[in-house]
């Protein structure tokens, strides 16, 4: 429906024949939901395939329900499937293509609507409901949209010298590293000297007392030991 068109516009189905609905009465008696989805129809003038969209119309009672697809803008649409019927608790999808996607269709709303009845020729109408229908513009106009987009060219290489305090902190790390080595180093001489040093209450020993470690300080030495195996391993 075009902007500032009457309320009361002609609605007709794309390609069925005979005229619409003007002014339907109301379904009577009891009235079925319609549940479609999506609730709008948004199309884009820039898809690769043509503006088209998929409604999907369910049908939630126990019984086989017709169904019918109007428009208030026939020469615009063509639905593929406008009449048909539903089995009962099944779906069914019903496609929608934008045949004049032109720069005056952008933005303008039209309307659809979907009627379900009983089957039979005369079938009495359970439900109805309209939804909206609108062509957006293309993100980019269609005149370059074929057109690559230009590559910027990269930019020449800046060659710059490494100022001397850079080479002092590369080499922070290397040094840092050594003194580490030789620390644990050291650290794992002194501990196999603990264990190989004999108990204090060790009385055959030729050693001098002070020489002698407790059973204590042994274990220390050992876990001291253990630890520098497994730094030396992961690195």
Not at 110 to 133: H, N, W, Y
Request: charged letters at 15%.
């Amino acid at each position: 429906m075009r902007r500032g068109a009457p309320q009361d516009q002609e609605l007709v189905g794309p390609g069925a024949p005979g005229r619409g609905s003007r002014g339907a009465p109301p379904p009577s008696g009891p009235v079925v939901p319609v549940l479609v989805f999506p609730p709008d129809l948004v199309f884009r003038a820039d898809q690769r395939s043509g503006p088209r969209q998929l409604l999907t119309l369910y049908n939630p009672t126990g019984t086989a329900l017709r169904f019918r697809v109007l428009c208030t803008a026939p020469a615009k649409y063509t639905v593929f499937d406008a009449e048909g019927f539903v089995k009962p608790q099944s779906c069914i999808d019903i496609v929608i293509r934008h045949v004049a996607p032109i720069p005056s269709h952008y933005d303008v709303q039209d309307r659809f609507r979907i009627e379900l009845s009983e089957e039979g020729v005369e079938g009495r109408v359970v439900g109805r409901k309209d939804i909206t229908s609108v062509l957006r513009a293309p993100a980019r106009p269609l005149e370059i949209q074929g057109q690559p987009e230009p590559t910027p060219s990269p930019a020449p290489p800046v060659w710059t010298a490494p100022s001397p305090a850079r080479h002092l902190q590369e080499n922070a790390p290397q040094q840092l590293a050594t003194s580490s080595f030789f620390l644990f180093l050291l650290a794992g001489i002194v501990s196999v000297a603990f264990l190989l040093l004999p108990l204090q209450d060790d009385l055959g020993s030729q050693l001098p007392q002070v020489l002698h470690v407790s059973l204590g300080q042994k274990l220390v030495a050992a876990y001291v030991l253990g630890l520098l195996t497994m730094v030396f391993l992961r690195t």
